[in-house]
């Protein structure tokens, strides 16, 4: 069958998790076309994506957030002004989206939670078929828990989500445990995308805590944290667009720019990681049976649902704020009983090529 992407470009989740399906399937004697990414100026797509995706990569403008002046929360209803502006840009990006699909003529179109690719269905009504990839798709289970309160961002987290998956004929819910699948709602459970990377790593424990943080504005956060316990390392992965590879701020605390391959490694031998509460960075420490602190980033209601969502699991702990002696407190009790977990991974490729080619392929069955 042929393929073609569409993968939103904040953070780094969606776009790992495109690459390891692009390996799946690729793998397995089917096609990826082209891989469409969403950019905008406060973000570089980083080399790691290009260098893995091995098709032509085309990028176009999506709608991104903005964050606050320290450079740590999100702005929503400036996010949403911001965009409202960038409306005739936005349009006619749609259609350089619907032309190639046009061009391309793929079996199935998959959205990786990208906006873009819901309002070029709802605008243009492309004829291939659409199949979307995330685990927000899971806020649609009846066994998915929200955060207490919060109902308005609860509503706008569901609005912006049904419209991702605007003429969806499938939605893969990714989730940190198995759960019954929801066909009458188009929702099919499935276990994390990890990529084949993760899986081969023999995890030790070196004694450093590893981080990755969404924006910038929360390294002074843990500089400052730093500064009174200089006795630990932390290794922190960012994508600051202006900064060095490494930056040492003082003795035993150096920021990484974001290297999937680095990151990786350096995840296998850290004795704990601290993150803004990504989906996918968690997935992997879970699967690397490595404590986890969750630090959801502020105004960034997706994120509040993951650290909900991963603590259920038994992923983790939650906090409001970098504080790191928690995860070292932490660590001290940790004991890692993640088999379910593990299994529930391992029944990630069957399952994906089922859904993404069942009922779409003539010789293959729903």
């Known amino acids: 069958m042929r393929f073609l992407f569409l993968v939103q470009g904040e953070g780094r989740g969606h776009m790992t998790q495109a690459i390891s399906l692009f390996k799946l399937l690729t793998g397995s004697g089917h096609e990826v076309a082209s891989v469409?990414?969403?950019?905008?100026?406060?973000?570089v797509i980083p080399d790691f994506f290009y260098q893995q995706i091995k098709c032509p990569v085309k990028t176009y403008c999506s709608p991104n957030f903005v964050v606050d002046g320290k450079q740590k929360g999100i702005r929503v209803f400036s996010s949403v002004l911001y965009n409202l502006k960038r409306f005739k840009t936005f349009r006619k990006e749609l259609r350089f989206i619907s032309d190639t699909i046009q061009e391309l003529e793929p079996d199935v179109v998959i959205n990786f939670y990208e906006l873009m690719a819901g309002l070029c269905y709802m605008v243009h009504k492309p004829m291939a078929p659409m199949i979307c990839i995330a685990h927000q798709y899971l806020i649609f289970h009846n066994r998915f828990?929200?955060?207490?309160?919060?109902?308005?961002?609860r509503f706008l987290l569901k609005s912006h989500t049904r419209v991702t998956s605007f003429g969806a004929k499938r939605m893969l819910a990714l989730s940190f445990r198995s759960l019954t699948s929801i066909p009458e709602k188009r929702i099919y459970v499935v276990p994390p995308l990890l990529r084949p990377r993760v899986l081969e790593i023999a995890p030790t424990n070196e004694g450093f805590i590893l981080g990755y943080i969404l924006n910038s504005g929360y390294a002074k956060e843990i500089a400052?944290?730093?500064?009174?316990?200089?006795?630990?390392k932390?290794?922190?992965?960012?994508?600051?667009?202006?900064?060095?590879?490494?930056?040492?701020?003082?003795?035993?605390?150096?920021?990484?720019?974001?290297?999937?391959?680095?990151f990786l490694e350096f995840m296998g031998k850290c004795m704990g990681f601290s993150s803004t509460a990504g989906f996918e960075s968690i997935c992997e420490a879970m699967y690397l049976k490595k404590p986890i602190l969750m630090i959801p980033t502020r105004g960034h209601f997706e994120q509040e649902c993951?650290?909900?969502?991963?603590?259920?699991?038994?992923?983790?702990?939650?906090?409001?704020?970098?504080?790191?002696?928690?995860?070292?407190q932490f660590i001290e009790h940790y004991k890692p009983d993640h088999n379910s977990y593990t299994e529930w991974v391992q029944k990630a490729n069957p399952l994906f090529l089922r859904y993404l080619t069942s009922g779409f392929d003539p010789g293959l069955k729903t």
Not at 224 to 232: A, E, M
Not at 244 to 260: G, P, Q, R, S
């Open 145 to 153: 828990t929200f955060p207490r309160g919060k109902y308005f961002s």
């Open 306 to 328: 993951n650290a909900v969502d991963a603590q259920k699991a038994g992923a983790g702990i939650v906090d409001d704020h970098f504080n790191l002696s928690r995860l070292l």
């Open 36 to 43: 469409l990414i969403g950019k905008s100026p406060q973000r």
């Open 224 to 232: 400052d944290w730093h500064l009174k316990h200089q006795d630990v």
């Open 234 to 262: 932390i290794c922190i992965f960012w994508d600051k667009k202006e900064a060095d590879e490494v930056t040492e701020v003082h003795d035993n605390f150096t920021l990484h720019k974001i290297n999937d391959k680095t």
